[in-house]
């Protein structure tokens, strides 16, 4: 059967994510996650981009905030702030349960890949989804202010020290899930996709995994990546900044220079058509597209067209 | 100044312990709790008898449940069973914040002791509270089911294994807080008063603790215990089903028994004002009173014929 592999970190990740469950069966669709952004925090195991897909997949996710769990409470970490402890991470009372279970089970010595595959069927998503690798690999943002771990810098401090440079710690002594370098190998692979998700904090530390990028780039089916930049900016978190800062032009075109090599095709929004042929002009053939999701149809489309993309590249 | 000191597990003891708190002050008044009872869940550490004190203390207890915190939510531990988790031991959204903080401060070093102190003043409560020891101590229930940690036994099988009997696993090793001991020795206590807990589950415990029930008889203030026995059974808990299993009759004579030659003095319940005699006999000067404590006067005057009582004893 055919197969596809969806590269994908957060938020913005998770929503093509979404879109690619609405025409691609269980069967026909592996998801591989970030977890350079994983961290301990108030005694428990916190996998953000891993809970994040969670939540989209199994229709759990907050439409409020755009994170955590729909339904939430908020009294345990209130709690731990009127007792003087660290609560600049906010833990919702339903996300903290699945938070306390994993931990429980990686103190058991149960491999994060496997807990993943039960917590998402203990949710009812049947999709198999692979954490970037069992062992841990931290994501340490470099920046005026010294070193930072993501979410030091991404939650705790707003973003808002300037970044100097990204290093994702234990990712050569990582290694990629055996399924997945299975599947990069098989003659059923179609395609492969890089969601939306911030190239330098969700997805560089996928590719800083021992040995992925090379069997990514060796895989004969095309890999194609949808650009996170629209316009000149980032529709949520802090990519734009990062380029700045790093000293790249905040442009769709830069996002397709960093992927390189690994590139057979690129989506870039409709805002910045007249980019396209600066992305060509790379060697990479570029789709124009609606990138913007806002609503489930949004989603849906862009799946459609990545799926379509990947056919024609083949 | 004068100096009493409080013996208490958890929810009976503490109606006696806010009574207290109403006529002596944090400078006269020093509580000794057990941590029999502490386990470790879902990987926080839980102290429920320190807890129900705080709780019972600082205002903050649960009117409704008779354990836990006010103003209490459990999105967490519904989700725990929602994931296929341990959920048979309830803990509250506000709580757990409680039970996450103390285990992050016993991971980095800190004594039980320390953290409790600072959990207290945090409440506002200014009475000085010591678990009955650093090192831990944990209440063993041997039963017609096998070995149970005294949670197990408690909570999840609601009491109802049959006891043959129990063990307190550490208290040998375990040393009384040295405020304590030097609390013991000095001239200007003047009272030691066991709160109506169960003797065997709550008291015990801390009187198992190495060379304290020694130092509590040797020290030259009376000692008086409040029995938990009211009209031949116990107003909450298993204390009677556990006596009775233990092939103890059961009754508030059989309690001033099991204290033996610790009780200087014991107060017993007006229901049982016929077996005052049968208490005397064991050469223990009696008190009968209203021991039922449902309203915060009944607490407040309980404790003054307490204090009343030592006054007399001296």
Redesign the interface.
């Known amino acids: 059967m055919a197969q596809y592999l969806a590269i994908t970190g957060g938020v913005g990740g998770a929503k093509l994510a979404l879109g690619l469950t609405h025409i691609l069966s269980p069967q026909e669709l592996t998801f591989l996650v970030n977890t350079g952004d994983d961290f301990e925090h ?3 195991h916190v996998s953000p981009d891993i809970d994040t897909l969670m939540y989209t997949l199994s229709g759990l996710s907050n439409p409020e905030t755009g994170w955590g769990r729909v339904n ?2 908020w ?6 702030r ?4 660290d609560g600049w991470f906010n833990l ?3 996300d ?3 938070h ?2 994993r ?2 089970a990686l ?1 058991a010595g149960e491999p994060l890949s496997a807990i993943t595959k039960r ?1 998402f069927e ?1 949710l009812g998503v049947a999709y198999p989804v692979y954490p970037m690798s069992d062992k841990p690999v931290r994501t340490m943002v470099d920046t005026a202010q010294g070193e930072l771990g993501f979410q030091h810098y991404f939650v705790r401090e707003h973003c808002e020290p300037v970044v100097t440079g990204l290093r994702f710690i234990g990712a050569e002594d990582a290694a990629a899930p055996p399924s997945i370098t299975q599947l990069l190998l098989s003659n059923e692979l179609q395609g492969i996709i890089i969601c939306p998700s911030n190239p330098f904090l969700s997805v560089d530390p996928i590719l800083a995994v021992n040995g992925l990028r090379d069997a990514l780039k060796s895989a004969s089916a095309p890999l194609i990546a949808v650009s996170p930049i629209i316009g000149g900016t980032a529709v949520k978190g802090p990519t734009a900044k990062i380029m700045a800062e790093l000293e790249l032009q905040v442009s769709t075109v830069a996002v397709a220079e960093h992927y390189g090599d690994l590139l057979d095709g690129f989506i870039i929004d409709q805002t910045d058509r007249d980019l396209k042929s600066r992305c060509e002009a790379l060697g990479v053939e570029t789709v124009v597209a609606q990138t913007l999701m806002k609503t489930l149809d949004d989603r849906v489309n862009l799946a459609q067209t990545a799926v379509k993309f990947l056919s024609s590249l083949r």
Do not use: H, P
């Open positions: 108030l005694g428990v939430e409470s009294n345990f970490i209130a709690t731990v009127e007792l003087g402890g919702g009372d339903r903290l349960a699945i306390t279970l931990t429980q103190s917590m203990t």
